[in-house]
Every structure is written in C-alpha cells, then in structure tokens.
C-alpha cells in the first residue's frame, strides 16, 4: 500500500527568484491556483489536484468547527481562533479570557509552550526573566476555541486532540464539507491538532466559500462563516501581528489572507477571486507576493495596491547593509522555458 505523498518537482513549477545584484540566487518552485469570483479556474500551475497538508491556512475550518460545535465567536474572539498569532500580551490576554469564559486555564491547552514570535515581546520576556508559555504558542486561540466547544458539549477536554475525539471528526466532516472532497490522510500538526491532506484545488475551493459567505445567508454554517471572515478583515492585528505577511496584507487590501506552516498560503480578494499555493520546499518568503501577483493578474487588485504591500513586506536582498537585490514573482513553466500564460484551465 502506497504512502499519500505531496507533489513531485516534475508537477512544481517556477513561483518565485531571489536576485542579488542583477544575478538569480535562488528559485522557488511550487503550484497554485487561481479562481474566479464564480469558482472557475482561472489559472492552474503546476499540478494543482496534489495533496498537500494546509497546516495552518486550515484554521479558519477548525473555527467554524468548534463554531458550528456551539460556541459563540465574533470580533476579536473569532480572528483568534483563526489566528497564527505572533503571542503579543494582547493576543495572549484574549486567549485567557477566552478559556476563563468556560473555567478553563492554560494548563487545559494541549498545544506546546513556546516564546512569542513577536521580537519585542520575546525581548521583554527575557530582561522580565519569563519564558515560554502555551498561551504565547501561535496556535493558541484555535485551541481555546476547541475547549470551548468541548465544554460546551460536555466532551473530553483531556483528549480533545486525537483524530478521534468527537469535536475532531466533526470538524473532518466541516472540512470536507466545505472543500467538496474526502480526507486524504490524517497527520499530526505541529500544535498537536489533527491535519488533513486535501488537495490544493480543493483547499482553495473551501477558502472560497468561507472568504465570500454571507451573513444572511439561510444556512448556519455560511452564515458563522460571513462573519469569521469579516471579524479577520476587521481585525488584522489579531490573525497574525504587528509588521507580519498576513495582517500586513489585510490591512492594506481587505483580502481574507492565511498563511500555513511549509509555505502554503491563500488568500481571497475582495472581490472573491482566490490564490491557493504550496512552495515545494516549504520556504514561505515568497508566499505573499507570488499570491498578491497572482491576484492582481487576475484583475482582482490594482497594480498600485500590490506595488504598496510589497514595499511593507520583508522582500529586500541586503549586501553590505545596502539594498542590492530582491524576492520577487517570476512563474515560469518548466516545460517550454517560457513564462506561463493565465487563462481558463481544466
């Protein structure tokens, strides 16, 4: 029996090159796709039906699980669930009240301790003589929102991360729900939470119809999913952090941006035109610009727009404390040689 696998780099192609001073260092080689506000594929690089593990761009499924599973999010509460937070005193005091709001505390979270991601707030922890806490873990306001929905049933909260805990299978079935395929493989992510293999067509599918609910609409699990959205575009800061890819981009476009751990990313413009991509090497430099160009190729952001995220972005190749090159977009088909040309693929 064959072993579930991602993609080969005969399937990859050329996503993105690092230059310093005019010559190409690096290159990274990846798939995305691209969808049309209607679903339809506008462009498909690479071989886009692989399986992939989301990481963390699954989060906002997970949301609407423990959602759906009967807790109440909204506001901050909501983009923490979804959040790969940099564990800012500010995330962390949300987490707490998050947890306290069902008797809960840090010693209930099953994701692993870790120092914060933010710079400063590593800093301050450090001359202060603290450390590494489970609420400063980037995953822990996905994991409060799991507890939340496990008292909230009267489920296990000792056990709340094996695949095969009650709140685990339905958020299995939340998932394939929304991205219209079966579960490929089931993997341990590195906050201890089970991980789904799905294919990147249909992680871009499901992020689709998250990024473009409505919060009217007749069916609950759309409806919490408008809401998860707008609650992300109304507070970037929270998702992500301070001078990071996905509240920069949020910020600056009003995309619904989630970035996932071995460089997956998606982001849905507004519009509800949608990027979905996986770097093979799992190098996530060049993530957020490859999928802001790929948007705006679409049409679905200005030129001028992406031209000012990107100047926001840690996209400078330094030599000498100078600025002498950068990490920019340049997909190229591994096939011709040529650069790939958009358009509707099957």
């Not at 005969?10 to 209607?38: C, K, M, N, W, Y």
């Not at 306290?100 to 914060?116: K, N, Y």
Request: a negative charge; proline letters at 4%.
């Amino acid at each position: 029996m064959s072993v579930p696998e991602t993609f080969a780099i005969t399937d990859a192609v050329q996503l993105a090159v690092v230059e310093r001073s005019g010559f190409i260092e690096s290159r990274h080689a990846g798939i995305a796709i691209v969808l049309a506000p209607d679903g339809t594929v506008l462009r498909s690089l690479g071989k886009t039906d692989a399986l992939i593990f989301p990481r963390s761009s699954l989060k906002p499924f997970q949301s609407l699980a423990s959602q759906t599973a009967g807790v109440t999010l909204t506001g901050e509460w909501a983009a923490l669930s979804t959040a790969s937070h940099s564990g800012t005193d500010r995330h962390v005091a949300i987490v707490r009240d998050m947890l306290t709001s069902v008797g809960l505390t840090e010693d209930d979270l099953g994701c692993p301790e870790a120092w914060p991601g933010d710079t400063a707030t590593r800093n301050e922890l450090l001359l202060s003589g603290g450390g590494m806490s489970r609420l400063r873990m980037n995953c822990s306001g996905k994991h409060a929102a799991m507890l939340m929905a496990c008292v909230s049933n009267g489920w296990s909260t000792a056990d709340y991360l094996s695949a095969a805990h009650p709140l685990q299978i339905h958020t299995r079935e939340v998932v394939e729900r929304l991205i219209g395929e079966r579960v490929a493989a089931v993997g341990i992510d590195g906050c201890g939470a089970p991980v789904f293999a799905m294919t990147l067509a249909g992680l871009a599918r499901g992020v689709q119809r998250i990024a473009t609910s409505s919060e009217r609409s007749p069916f609950a699990l759309h409806r919490l999913a408008g809401a998860l959205a707008k609650s992300v575009r109304e507070h970037p800061w929270a998702i992500d952090g301070p001078g990071r890819p996905d509240t920069i981009v949020i910020e600056q476009t009003g995309a619904f941006a989630k970035g996932g751990a071995e460089a997956v990313m998606v982001m849905a413009a507004p519009d509800g035109t949608t990027v979905a991509l996986k770097v093979l090497d799992g190098g996530a430099r060049a993530c957020a610009i490859v999928a802001l160009h790929l948007l705006q190729e679409a049409g679905a952001l200005a030129a001028e727009t992406v031209a000012t995220v990107a100047a926001s972005l840690s996209l400078a190749v330094h030599g000498g404390g100078e600025v002498v090159g950068a990490i920019r977009p340049a997909i190229l088909a591994p096939q011709d040689g040529t650069r790939a040309q958009g358009g509707a693929q099957r």
